[in-house]
C-alpha cells in the first residue's frame, strides 16, 4: 500500500506509532515524488523484494509502501523507527550519515539514479543566479536541508562566498514538487522559481514558454551526478542481512528492467503512479541521455567535499565508501 504524505507533521503523526518487533523478512520503504524513482516504482509493481526474499529462503515477506514528500519527514521518520529504508537526495543522507556517526550508523544502500536537477523560473528578469531578488520565491521539497537546497548552497558559496551561502533559503519555500508545478505552470503565484526534478521541469517548461532554466545541479556538481540515494541504519541492515540481500538484488534487477525497454518502463510508471501523462512525455524523459536510472553511486563525493568546507558536515569523509553499506562497494564513486 503507498501512503501519500504531503508534510513532516502529517508524516510524524501517521508513521510514529508504537512500534512492534521488527523481524527478519519484513522491510518499510518510503519514496518521494517523481520519476527519479522509477526504480522502485519497479521493484513494487514487479514484486521483486518477494522474488528475491523466496530466493534467500525467506518465504513470504511482508514489504509497505510509503510515500513522503520532502527529506526532512523521511529523516524523522528513519530516526524515530517508524520506517527501515528511505530515499532522497545526497545531501540530507550525507547529513543524517553525519549526525548518527557512532549511533544509529545511518549509511546509503544504493543511487537510485544519477538525474539532474534543474533551477527554473517564469519570471523574466531572471537569467543567472545573481538576478534572483528578494521579491522572488523558489520552491523546493525542504527549504534549507533538501537536495536542492544544498545544491544551490554549494553554487551559492562559490559565487557569492563562503559566509553567505545561505543567502538564498530566505526566499526559499517548502513545496512539494507537483504544487511548486502547478504554480509555475498557472503564473501569477509569489512562487515564480522552482528547483524541480523530473518529471516537474519537462512539464513546467513544455506547459509554459516563460518557464526557463537557469541552472542545472550538473553545472553545479561539474557533470553527471546521483541525484537520489536510499539509506537505512546500521541496525537494520545487521539484523536482517537475508531481507537486505533480497531488496538489493531486486533494486539491481529494476535496473535492468527499466535498461532493457524503456517503453515498457514507461508503462509501468504510468501505470504504477497513476499518472496522466502520456507515454510518449514519459519516455522522452526515460530516453534522455542526461537520465540514468542506476543503482551505481557517482560524483557523490563532491557533496561530501562542499558540505563540510560549508560547515554542514562535522565529519569528513575519506571517500564514498565511508558513508555507504559495503553491497555497494563493487561500483561507484
Known sequence: MKYRIPSLIAAVAMLASPLAARAEGTIRIAQQFGIAYLLLDVVQDQKLIEKHAKAQGLGEVEVEWNQISGATAMNEALLSGSLDVVSAGVPPMLTLWDRTKGKQNVKAISALGSLPNYLITNNPKVKTL???????????????????????????AKQFGKDDFKRFDTISVSLPHPDATAALIAGGSEINSHFSSAPFYYQAMDANKAVH????????????????????????????????????????????YVKADKTRAAQLFIRAQKSKLPLDFVRKIIEDPENDFTIVPFRTAVYADELFKLGVLKNKAASWKDYFFDEAFAQGS
Open 130 to 156: 545573481k538576478d534572483f531578488s528578494d521579491k522572488d520565491r523558489i520552491a523546493v521539497p525542504a527549504a534549507g536541508t533538501g537536495f536542492q537546497s544544498r545544491t544551490l548552497q554549494i553554487e551559492t
Open 213 to 256: 532554466k537557469v541552472l542545472s545541479s550538473y553545472d553545479i556538481l561539474g557533470g553527471p551526478a546521483t541525484f537520489n540515494v536510499l539509506y537505512t541504519t546500521q541496525k537494520f541492515h545487521d539484523e536482517n542481512p537475508k531481507t537486505y540481500k533480497a531488496f538489493y538484488a531486486a533494486l539491481k534487477e529494476a535496473e535492468q
